[in-house]
């Protein structure tokens, strides 16, 4: 989004006073700014005139973004900044010996154009570099940790892996999927990844989620905030099985994880 957002203030002049102006902001390092937009997940463009909200996008979709600029402020002076690289060309490598035709096509001992090259004297050697690196230590890392994520999903019925504790939560997007799941009277198991960036990392590409709180069920990724949200507006009782009382949800496994420890609230 700061790419998009760059390219597309670039393609304004500067004015005093200015006709537009861009700022980004940290989100999560600005809970009390993220709830009064209501801001449930990141990126999320916010356009304001004289205090007003005009219109909000979620996501970064850059061209749902640059249509709501332009449709506010007008189109920037020099939009041509924001179209597609100019297309690339090749011009084929004349080896020694060989003869092309003008079109790139390579011609024969006999004089015949082929489509093909001789690569007969390209053969690597012994001594030549490789082509590919060794399987190393780093594969055998990453099945651990992939083995390590797995469990930990599975560690409660309901896990959530969020910034700080539900006591204590670090984000706003956090602090406010706590308050959703207790209003629901759902039990479950937490992950603090500030605690541990290995997990807080590998977990993004794992599930190929990137961003956090989390939320599983049954060891099966849900989404983020804004997904449960839209999984209650369809269905209220989603959280249904894993309500107190209703026999699947429980505290994690002590065994989940060995540091930190996997609590429940």
């Known amino acids: 989004m700061s790419t998009i957002l760059s390219t597309l203030a670039s393609s304004y002049p500067a004015e005093t006073p200015p006709t537009i102006s861009f700022i980004s902001l940290d989100a999560e390092s600005l809970p009390d700014i993220s709830e009064s937009y209501d801001v449930t997940a990141v990126p999320f463009l916010v356009l304001q ?36 690289p100019p297309k690339l060309e090749a011009t084929p490598r004349k080896v020694e010996g060989e003869d092309t035709d003008g079109k790139g096509m390579v011609n024969g001992s006999d004089g015949v154009p082929s489509s093909t090259k001789d690569l007969s004297g390209y053969a690597p050697s012994s001594t030549d570099a490789k082509t590919a690196p060794e399987m190393s230590s780093t594969e055998g890392q990453t099945e651990e ?8 999903v599975k ?27 207790r209003e629901q009277g759902v039990r479950y198991g937490f992950f603090n990844i500030l605690a541990d960036e290995e997990v807080r990392q590998g977990l993004k590409t794992w599930a190929d989620w990137p961003t956090f709180p989390q939320l599983w069920c049954g060891g099966e990724l849900v989404g983020g905030l804004d997904i449960v949200k839209e999984e209650l507006e369809s269905d209220p009782e989603f959280f249904k099985g894993y309500s107190v009382g209703m026999g699947k949800g429980g505290m994690a496994g002590a065994d989940a994880q060995t540091e930190p420890k996997t609590a429940s609230a």
């Open 49 to 84: 005139r004289d205090g007003k909200v005009l219109e909000s996008v979620s996501g970064s979709d850059a061209g749902k973004v640059r249509d709501a600029v332009e449709k506010h402020a007008g189109k920037g002076g020099n939009t041509a900044k924001l179209g597609l």
């Open 145 to 152: 940790l992939n083995k390590r994520l797995e469990e930990l």
């Open 155 to 181: 560690a409660a019925p309901v896990m959530l892996f969020m910034k700080g504790t539900p006591s204590t939560p670090q984000c706003g997007f956090s602090r406010q999927l706590v308050g959703l799941l």
